[in-house]
């Protein structure tokens, strides 16, 4: 992928992202979330669905070797039920270069087919040039 060339305002391919119960717990597990409330309500921690955002996001990108996931910022609006399935919108916002690192500002939203947010922010990865 030619960095240079994402300009702000391109948008990534939307992906359709199931919460499927067994990928929301191999999550849970591999964080060691035990909290007993994802189980009773059904609902999808909140941190699972930036997760799977950013997973969607840093696929897209084909990393380097040396890339690093610098931040990010989040809203959450309304909780995910497991067994849903949203849409994965990334936009860029930034891609400016300095020091030897290309810095990729990219915006998030995570919604369902009604347009209703979930989940939208900004992450920050940096690429050496």
């Known amino acids: 992928m030619d960095y240079a060339q994402l300009k702000p305002g391109h948008r990534f391919e939307a992906i359709r992202i199931h919460f499927g119960r067994d990928e929301v717990d191999a999550y849970r597990q591999a964080v060691e979330d035990t909290s007993p409330l994802y189980d009773q309500e ?5 941190m699972t669905v930036a997760a799977f955002a950013l997973r969607e ?12 996931h610098a ?30 690192w290309r810095f990729l500002a990219v915006d998030l939203r995570i919604a369902d087919d ?3 947010v979930a989940l939208d922010g900004r992450s920050m990865v940096m690429f050496p040039l």
């Not at 059904?42 to 909140?46: H, L």
């Not at 996001?57 to 690093?68: S, Y």
């Not at 609006?77 to 400016?96: I, K």
Request: no cysteine.
């Open 42 to 46: 059904n609902i999808v921690p909140a």
């Open 114 to 116: 009604d347009a209703t």
């Open 57 to 68: 996001l840093l696929a897209q990108l084909e990393l380097l070797p040396g890339t690093v």
């Open 71 to 100: 931040g990010q910022e989040l809203s959450f609006h309304h909780p995910v039920q497991v067994g849903q399935e949203l849409s994965f919108e990334g936009t860029v916002a930034q891609n400016a270069t300095r020091g030897g």
